[in-house]
């Protein structure tokens, strides 16, 4: 209150338009606009929230300000000049109520702790405690193990360090099977089934359709076949902010649930911005989280680092967005859910993944993210202390992230301009869209009234000769009018040049391809590797790329609407760099460096076989875990009902 009432007099006192006769009047708006969005915020939230990505705009930009000035016509002893001065009078309040509280605080978590508790007070009030305890998933998205052991070591990451220090929890590596990309291991992790990503966008024969996994109706067809109704999240679980949803019952800006149409996530945005708290947190750090990139780029430049990229304006704003208010808005949800008592709770963070895309994994700003979201676990933690039943927390990775310049950057030739010269093909159609654009998508396609679900978007044909569908250093190469797997000896034949033309370009470091006598052979620049029994002739093809990369493209060859060619880029086992066919210099997708190394931090309590291979495997662990601390059925006890 002593904040606010100073902030308010400052206000007052530096604004045209607003006057007030003594202080005692400015304690009076103070304590007027706590109480007036006490009682009309949560009407407010209904009715913004009711309209969409309108109201939610309408609700950030003018519904604090019309509290504001409602508290100063009411107050006694104080003069507005209309609504004006009262709208420039609440953002300006809402700049130096953040400052202030980041100097009182020391930015330290305990007053968003404070914060989150208070206002999910009804909650705790409601909610029966029980004994049983919860489960909180965390996926750090693109973190991976060997990084985020080196992030423990050197501090950057004080809460993860304080579990594995203290004995509570153990870390625990695991193999992120072809392809290492978020919607594979989300549907291996959440439903079992990453057999049914074969890559973050294919191709797909059949129905002439190019399925793209960050477009909220492709994620929606790709769960329909992922799902057997007993996901992880099945039973009173609530997915937040991930491709898939687990089954969960209550979905949040979740994008295969998005074509559902269902408002809370509208509701859960509403209420955070017209909360002045977080309001003024959003606005400040989103403001600063900009700035600082924009320095951070230019110091790239200036000191000439390299491998780096252009980071344009829409890179900028989307870092503001998925480091600020996405990860507050995430961090809101979490804490009213656990305060709800809800058994478990799957939440994908995206900061770090975000930034080491264009900064790179391990360079300072893509660390900084790191630290902000090892300070929201901290936050977590104290609100599992205070939630009605006890929470185990377990911090999870989907898959790392491996570094180099890009194919363009090394070559001058995008591999479909390649592609195009070396078959002479009069259409080769590209997939522009990126990982990226989809994170935008998230918050806007979840508001919206009208996305499409899945059986409302019609097949895309490519209506092109070849289709290259790249994600990361890995891409999938479609011959789109041929029906079926292309063999490599029709392909010789169409294309004489073209498998000599890849496996010798310095870029390339293997390519797959299905032969009629021999079944999958994986070739390369000095030498051919058959997958059946793998006999090598010549030089291993995969020499370098891990003791599970035959096994990998094995288990690929068998998926449903793989690529008649599969294409991995170099990769360099002395600076453990890759060469990404799309412009990002953090990427995964592929083979090469710890982007298929991506970590379990679980309570020791939790134990996990000694070697996890595959999301599914860890699917199975997890599932186990649910069922043993009594917040999920077993499968036989379902049998025997």
């Known amino acids: 209150m002593l904040l606010g009432t100073a902030v308010v007099g400052v206000v007052i006192g530096v604004l045209p338009g607003i006057t007030a006769d003594d202080g005692w009047a400015v304690l009076t708006v103070a304590i007027l606009v706590g109480l007036l969005g006490a009682a009309l915020r949560p009407a407010l939230v209904r009715v913004l929230s009711a309209i969409g990505w309108p109201g939610v705009v309408l609700g950030w930009l003018v519904a604090q300000s019309l509290l504001v000035y409602l508290a100063l016509w009411l107050t006694p002893g104080v003069h507005v000049a209309g609504f004006w001065p009262a709208f420039w009078a609440s953002w300006l309040g809402a700049v130096l109520m953040s400052i202030g509280l980041w100097v009182i605080t020391a930015g330290q978590p305990g007053v968003a702790t404070r914060h989150l508790l208070r206002v999910n007070r009804h909650f705790r009030r409601s909610v029966p405690p029980t004994d049983i305890p919860g489960v909180l998933f965390i996926q750090v998205d693109g973190l991976s193990a060997p990084l985020a052991r080196w992030a423990i070591h050197a501090g950057n990451l004080p809460t993860l360090g304080r579990w594995l220090s203290t004995g509570s929890h153990t870390l625990t590596e695991w193999h992120a099977q072809l392809p290492a990309t ?132 829409r890179y900028v704003l989307l870092r503001g967005a998925t480091n600020v208010l996405l990860r507050h808005l995430n961090l809101a949800v979490l804490a009213e859910q656990m305060m709800r008592g809800a058994p478990v709770v799957f939440c994908d963070f995206v900061d770090y993944d975000e930034i080491a895309h264009h900064a790179g994994p391990a360079r300072p700003e893509s660390l900084a993210a790191l630290e902000g979201i090892d300070g929201v676990l901290a936050t977590l933690e104290e609100v599992a202390a205070a939630a009605p039943r006890p929470y185990h927390l377990v911090v999870l990775s989907d898959h790392g992230q491996s570094q180099g310049a890009t194919f363009e950057q090394r070559y001058g030739v995008r591999l479909d301009e390649l592609i195009r010269r070396l078959t002479a093909a009069g259409g080769v159609a590209v997939p522009e869209e990126n990982e990226q654009k989809g994170r935008a998508k998230v918050l806007r396609a979840g508001l919206s009234r009208d996305t499409p679900r ?131 210099i953090g990427c995964h997708g592929g083979m090469g460096g710890a982007q298929s190394r991506p970590m379990l931090i679980h309570p020791r309590t939790l134990t996990v076989p000694a070697e996890l291979i595959g999301a599914d495997a860890v699917h199975r662990v997890l599932v186990g875990w649910l069922e043993r601390v009594g917040c999920r059925k077993s499968a036989d006890l379902i049998r025997e009902g």
Not at 267 to 274: E, Q
Not at 568 to 573: A, I
């Open 182 to 313: 978020t919607p594979a291991s989300q549907a291996g992790l959440l439903h079992g089934a990453s057999d049914q990503v074969p890559a973050f966008r294919w191709y797909e024969k059949s129905t002439g359709r190019l399925v793209v996994t960050n477009q909220p109706a492709d994620s929606a067809l790709v769960e329909s076949r992922c799902s057997d109704g007993r996901g992880l999240l099945a039973e009173g679980g609530v997915s937040v902010s991930n491709v898939f949803s687990g089954d969960a019952p209550t979905s949040l800006l979740t994008m295969s649930t998005v074509p559902a149409k269902q408002n809370g996530p509208a509701r859960y945005l509403s209420a955070y911005l017209l909360d002045p708290f977080g309001l003024t947190r959003s606005l400040v750090l989103t403001v600063g989280e900009i700035v600082k990139e924009l320095y951070q780029a230019r110091r790239q430049r200036l000191r000439q680092v390299i491998p780096r990229m252009h980071r344009d304006w």
């Open 454 to 584: 899945y059986d409302e978007v019609p097949g895309r044909p490519a209506g092109e000769e070849i289709v290259v569908a790249a994600g990361g250093n890995l891409a999938l190469v479609y011959f789109a009018r041929v029906p079926g797997r292309v063999p490599l000896e029709e392909i010789e034949e169409r294309y004489p040049a073209l498998l000599a033309g890849l496996t010798g370009h310095p870029g390339i470091g293997w390519v797959m391809v299905r032969s009629r006598a021999d079944g999958p052979i994986v070739l390369g620049r000095g030498g051919r590797r058959r997958l059946s029994d793998d006999h090598v002739e010549g030089l291993d093809p995969l020499l370098g790329f891990g003791p599970r990369a035959a096994d990998d493209l094995r288990r690929h060859d068998g998926l449903a609407n793989t690529g008649d060619l599969l294409i991995n880029s170099l990769f360099d086992p002395v600076s453990q760099e890759v060469a990404a066919f799309e412009e990002l």
